[in-house]
């Protein structure tokens, strides 16, 4: 699976709350997630747990560039999730574990983020999901958009996950 993402520093404000309205953004659904990060030599592979839904194990590629970015990603649904996590603590070690408050809104095929993330502070995601059938350049556009309305400086953007923007406060 691909999208289109950014990350960015940011303060919830009336004025988040506002744009929210203006775009036609719907809410979704606020959830606790709590991701481990495993050592591994290529890419990005963690557990989310949270507490709306079933855990997951997500291995993810991207570049760490701060603007709008591809992301290839694959899920799969964890049944029995210690067990999973405990072998590839064994097998990897754990890197870092982010713990999150997320609030989820949804704008056409993009997903919002609103995260509190511990240690760390708030900061916004855009997630435009690309399907087989979707057009890159319109995804990438709408990304940009929302930039854009959302009043996202370039130096608020991050090229980092919240894993190593937490392992490089340390």
Do not use: C
């Amino acid at each position: 699976m691909t999208n289109i993402e950014i990350k960015a520093r940011h303060q919830r404000t009336r004025l988040t709350d506002e744009t929210l309205v203006k775009i036609g953004a719907q809410f979704d659904r606020i959830e606790t997630q709590t991701d481990t990060y495993f050592d591994v030599n290529n890419g990005r592979l963690k557990i989310r747990e949270r507490d709306s839904g079933v855990p997951q194990l997500i291995q993810y590629f991207r570049e760490d560039s701060e603007g709008p970015r591809p992301s290839f990603y694959e899920l799969v649904h964890l049944k029995d999730v210690r067990k999973v996590k405990k072998t590839l603590e064994n097998e990897h070690g754990i890197r870092v574990i982010v713990r999150k408050k997320r609030e989820i809104w949804i704008w056409e095929n993009v997903r919002i983020h609103f995260d509190i993330i511990e240690n760390l502070g708030d900061f916004i995601e855009f997630e435009a999901v690309i399907g087989s059938d979707m057009d890159v350049s319109m995804e990438q556009k709408r990304v940009e958009f929302l930039i854009e309305e959302f009043g996202i400086s370039k130096n608020d953007l991050i090229g980092q996950s919240y894993g190593d923007l937490l392992i490089g406060s340390k």
